[in-house]
């Protein structure tokens, strides 16, 4: 095993077990708020340590590798960020435990206008 | 700071269209490389108008350095909300916290809030919902501060000083 | 079993508890969620896969791929919010 297998081997491995956090996020969050942003920002990171660490195990593929990562690290948070509006346009409430709410008294405002 | 003109716009356009095709085919054979350079030329003219406002003043060396500066800064800022994100999931209490609040920003253009609208939803516990005017709506899992000026301080205000050089906000 | 081997299945793994999100709900949002984060991870499976059986033609499946989910994702946003 070449020195560099060995750091993609790590990075693919690492990228894997945040996959993994990421889908606990997924079910162990109370509203959709909170699961939206522990399931994308997991799965972000884990997404660029195994392609970085497919592109590093196997120098041939890294320039391909490279874009597909940064194409999902500037998409993931645009679909993110789109869903949760309709998510909160939709009225799908805040979970019982938050403790303020500064979008919703803008909207009433923007309604009020 | 206005418009640069149509011929910086343009080569700016097909310079950064060129460096796309080469990172996609992945090889120096001279017929992709032709191929690709008239593909490039044919799509800048379609879209340079849309594509960028500032032309080639983007590969100023000074925005170039902040823009390398700022790639460590931000995965630094990623794998800390990772190990912030792994500690509120697998702890047996789930310490959240959450709510929206409402931060300030004192940039202007329309890129560089979508990029630091980005980099918030990816950093320590943010997630952005809205962008209206100069105001960001935030999800924040962990509210420390409810009021504009504490939260604008804790959430925006380190990327903005990266961001005002690399999108030309002048002001 | 290699290193690679067992992040194929981790990754599997991360993939069928993130269908329990999609099959449980409660609302519309939170399936749409776990579909998009499922996309994601498959993604990132594909790349894995063309390491694993050397094909360099698997990177551009998962290119188009990511591009594809996040049209789908964005349509589901216009949809929900009565803008389609």
């Known amino acids: ?113 | ?171 | 079993m290699t290193i690679i081997e067992v992040s194929l299945v981790l990754i599997a793994i991360a993939t069928v508890l993130s269908m329990y999100r999609v099959f449980r709900g409660p609302t519309t949002v939170d399936r749409i969620i776990a579909i998009d984060i499922m996309t994601t991870i498959t993604t990132g499976l594909m790349v894995l896969f063309a390491l694993y059986y050397k094909r360099a033609i698997f990177l551009d499946v998962a290119l188009v791929y990511a591009v594809l989910a996040f049209l789908g994702v964005i349509a589901f946003a216009r949809y929900l919010e009565g803008g389609l």
């Open chain 2, 1 to 171: 700071m206005g418009e640069a003109s149509k011929v910086s716009r343009y080569l700016y356009t097909v310079i950064i269209l060129f460096v796309i095709w080469l990172f996609l085919t992945n090889s120096l054979d001279p017929q992709e490389l032709t191929m690709g350079f008239v593909l490039s030329l044919i799509i800048a003219a379609l879209t340079y108008q849309v594509f960028t406002k500032y032309g080639l003043s983007n590969l100023h060396p000074k925005r170039i350095l902040y823009t390398v500066a700022y790639i460590p800064y931000f995965l630094w800022a990623m794998i800390m909300a990772n190990l912030d994100v792994a500690y509120r999931v697998l702890h047996p209490k789930r310490p959240i916290n959450p709510g929206i609040v409402e931060i300030k920003t004192n940039l202007t253009n329309d890129i560089a809030k979508l990029v630091l609208a980005n980099s918030i939803t990816l950093t320590p516990g943010t997630m952005s919902v809205d962008v209206k005017g100069d105001r960001l709506y935030i999800h924040w899992i962990d509210v420390k501060d409810p009021s504009l000026e504490g939260a604008s301080k804790h959430i925006g205000k380190p990327f903005e000083k990266f961001l005002r050089v690399i999108f030309h906000d002048d002001n």
């Open chain 1, 1 to 113: 095993m070449t020195i560099n297998e060995a750091i993609g081997a790590f990075l693919i491995f690492t990228g894997s077990l945040f996959y993994v956090l990421s889908s606990l996020g997924l079910i162990r969050m109370p509203d959709v708020y909170n699961r939206m942003q522990t399931a994308t920002k997991s799965a972000t990171l884990a997404s660029l340590g195994v392609m970085i660490g497919v592109g590093i195990y196997s120098p041939c593929c890294f320039p391909k590798a490279l874009v597909i990562a940064l194409f999902l690290l500037l998409t993931n948070p645009i679909s993110a960020h789109a869903l949760i509006r309709a998510a909160y346009r939709s009225g799908i409430p805040l979970w019982e435990g938050s403790i303020v709410d500064k979008y919703k008294e803008a909207l009433k405002e923007e309604g009020e206008q």
